[in-house]
């Protein structure tokens, strides 16, 4: 009986913790073998706001030719941002609608 509690306990706990997000999962993969925690936090780091942090990941995913998409390119920029940098992103533009027909 108890073998089966902490059976069910330790899955349930498996579950509810949060998969990686594709960005951490790309990182992970493929950069963390050269990157440490400390290379995002030393003085002379070349991200400096947020169009570097995703220029320098663009620049290093093309000398390793991962042929990363441009959105996967956002998706680690953003998850080195959330974990280490904090810049500040620009917003999306906004559709702007055309004015609608007068109505008399």
Request: hydrophobic share 40%.
């Amino acid at each position: 009986m108890a073998m089966t509690f902490a059976l069910a306990a330790g899955t349930s706990l498996a579950q509810s913790a949060a998969a990686p997000s594709r960005g951490q999962a790309l990182y992970e993969l493929h950069c963390i073998g050269c990157h440490t925690t400390q290379m995002h936090w030393r003085a002379n780091r070349r991200a400096t706001d947020w169009a570097s942090l995703r220029a320098q990941v663009r620049l290093w995913q093309g000398n390793n030719q991962l042929n990363w998409s441009d959105d996967d390119i956002d998706e680690v920029a953003r998850f080195l941002n959330e974990r280490f940098y904090r810049f500040k992103r620009p917003e999306r533009p906004v559709a702007v609608l055309p004015p609608a027909p007068a109505t008399r």
